[in-house]
C-alpha cells in the first residue's frame, strides 16, 4: 500500500530542525533561512543563484501574481527531465499532470501565501508499470517589500528511479 501524501507549513522555530529525505531540499530550506536572518522572508534579491550552484537543477523560482496566480519563471533542469516538459513561463493552472496526480498544487501555493510560512510535502504517483514513487517538495515565500509574498523559491527531490521506470512517467503538458 501507497504511503500517504502530505503538506505541512513549517512554523519559524522548526525550521532549523527540520528533517528532509532529501538533502537537496534540507540545503535549500537552510540557505533561504539563513538568508530570511531575522526577517519573515528572504527577497528574491537576496537569493543568489551561485551560492546555490549545485541545487539548481532542482529548483523552481515562481511568480505570485495579483489575482492570485503562479507562473513558472524558471524550472531547474533535473525538474525538466522528470516531468518531460519546461514549463518555464507557464501558470500553473495551465498545466495537467499525466501521471494521475491530483495533487492540489494551487492550494499548496495559497496556503504559503496566506500563512506566510514556507511549506514541505510528499506526494506519490504511480508511474505506468511501475510501483508508487514519491516526490518530496518545498515552497519558500519570498517577498520584495517585506510585506507581501510576490515570489516562491520552490524545490523539488525525487525517489530513484531506474531509466524503464523514468521512460514511463507522464508528461505535463500545458491545458488548452
Sequence with gaps: MPEQD???LLAPNEI???KCRSPVLAKILAYWDRKRGERRWPGRSDIDPTEIKPLLPHVM???I???FRV?????????????????TGRYLDQLTFESGD???????YRQIIDIGQPGFGIVHWKAEGAAHRWIEFLICPLSSDGQRIDKCLSAEAYE???PLEFDSI???????
Excluded at 71 to 87: K, N, P, Q
Design 6 to 8: 502530505s503538506f505541512h
Design 16 to 18: 532549523a530542525q527540520f
Design 61 to 63: 523560482l515562481v511568480d
Design 65 to 67: 501574481e495579483e489575482p
Design 71 to 87: 507562473r513558472y519563471r524558471l524550472v531547474g533542469t533535473e525538474i525538466v527531465r522528470v516531468s518531460h516538459f519546461d514549463f
Design 102 to 108: 491530483e495533487t492540489d498544487w494551487v492550494g499548496f
Design 160 to 162: 530513484p528511479l531506474n
Design 170 to 176: 507522464g508528461a505535463a503538458q500545458p491545458t488548452r
